[in-house]
T-cell receptor, first 114, second 111 residues
Framework: DSGVTQTPKHLITATGQRVTLRCSPR?????VYWYQQSLDQGLQFLIQ???????AKGNILERFSAQQFPDLHSELNLSSLELGDSALYFC?????????????FGPGTRLTVL | DAKTTQPPSMDCAEGRAANLPCNHS???????VYWYRQIHSQGPQYIIH???NNETNEMASLIITEDRKSSTLILPHATLRDTAVYYC????????????FGAGTQVVVTP
């Protein structure tokens, strides 16, 4: 158990819909990262937040957005969903911004878009 | 960013040491080598990381060559639960934490 929690575990929805994925980082960790893992793309970095502020962006679609709240939990919002958005979404957390900070991953949310 | 090359798959007998190679010939002096593994769609699990010295923890050992162009992850006594995809990642010093995962090595531990 990494200490990172994600809800829900599974999500099934239809094209065009909007969903919210939630992540609670390990106690004391200030950085949160979101990754997407699809069958054809592998694990891809989406976005990073540190203490409530966006710090880095990867190949995140404009239809996707995220935020980190004062209690440090984070939410990833996916809108106008397409079939290709079906994937595993992982959240990770680390202590801060140091380049040697280890990232610990949550169990993931499996999103299925029908 | 430095790229890594790993064999796509390897088998290992239970109880034996598993030696997982990784080539990172374009690594820069301030880039760390990280190893993660992913067991069947679970979240990636941190194993170990290093800069230039060999490292050991309760899970594995990391051997980095003197020129830092390659490394080997050693699982000393592989068990069936070590069956997973193992990722070798070179992490730039100013990466802001982003991890770039490649295809990894599928390790299958057999009885």
């Amino acid at each position: 158990d990494s200490g990172v929690t994600q809800t829900p575990k599974h999500l099934i929805t239809a094209t065009g819909q909007r969903v919210t994925l939630r992540c609670s980082p390990r106690s004391g960790d200030l950085s949160v990262y979101w990754y997407q893992q699809s069958l054809d793309q592998g694990l891809q970095f989406l976005i990073q937040y540190y203490n409530g502020e966006e710090r880095a962006k990867g190949n995140i679609l404009e239809r996707f957005s995220a935020q980190q709240f004062p209690d440090l939990h984070s939410e990833l919002n996916l809108s106008s969903l397409e079939l290709g958005d079906s994937a595993l979404y992982f959240c990770a957390s680390s202590a801060g911004l140091a380049d040697t900070d280890t990232q610990y991953f949550g169990p993931g949310t499996r999103l299925t878009v029908l | 960013d430095a790229k890594t090359t790993q064999p796509p798959s390897m088998d290992c007998a239970e109880g034996r040491a598993a030696n997982l190679p990784c080539n990172h010939s374009t690594i820069s002096g301030n880039e760390y080598v990280y190893w993660y593994r992913q067991i069947h769609s679970q979240g990636p699990q941190y194993i170990i990381h290093g800069l230039k010295n060999n490292e050991t923890n309760e899970m594995a050992s990391l051997i980095i060559t003197e020129d830092r162009k390659s490394s080997t992850l050693i699982l000393p006594h592989a068990t069936l639960r070590d069956t997973a995809v193992y990722y070798c990642i070179v992490r730039p010093y100013d990466s802001w934490g982003k991890l770039q995962f490649g295809a990894g090595t599928q390790v299958v531990v057999t009885p």
